[in-house]
Nanobody, 113 residues
């Protein structure tokens, strides 16, 4: 059974920070670009950030300058550092292995205004 295990979500005040983590197996991590998606109630799921195996990154315009994606190849973990959080960042955040289309169960991020 494929496992991507997210952690780090929670409730934070606007302007605060959170760091999301997503751990998986080496066999998945070594061949997949990784991404973080989010889905707010009543909205479509959107790509927030992605990182290639080599470390090239992409961030959506809505989070650019505030969120940073990184990966630790030794720990088979991808991170999403979220700073200057806004109310509109409230959503369920999902980790994905992009090549093989594997998904985690999601972690809730709630930003209070």
């Amino acid at each position: 059974q494929v496992q991507l295990v997210e952690s780090g979500g929670g409730l934070v005040q606007a302007g605060g920070s959170l760091r999301l983590s997503c751990a998986t197996s080496g066999s998945i991590f070594s061949i997949n670009p990784m991404g973080w998606y989010r889905q707010a109630p009543g909205k479509e799921r959107e790509l927030v950030a992605a990182i290639s195996i080599g470390g090239s990154t992409y961030c959506a315009d809505s989070v650019k300058g505030r969120f940073t994606i990184s990966r630790d190849n030794a720990e088979n973990t991808v991170y999403l550092q979220m700073n200057s959080l806004k109310f509109e960042d409230t959503a369920m955040y999902y980790c994905a292995a992009l090549l093989q289309d594997y998904w985690g169960q999601g972690t809730q991020v709630t930003v209070s205004s």
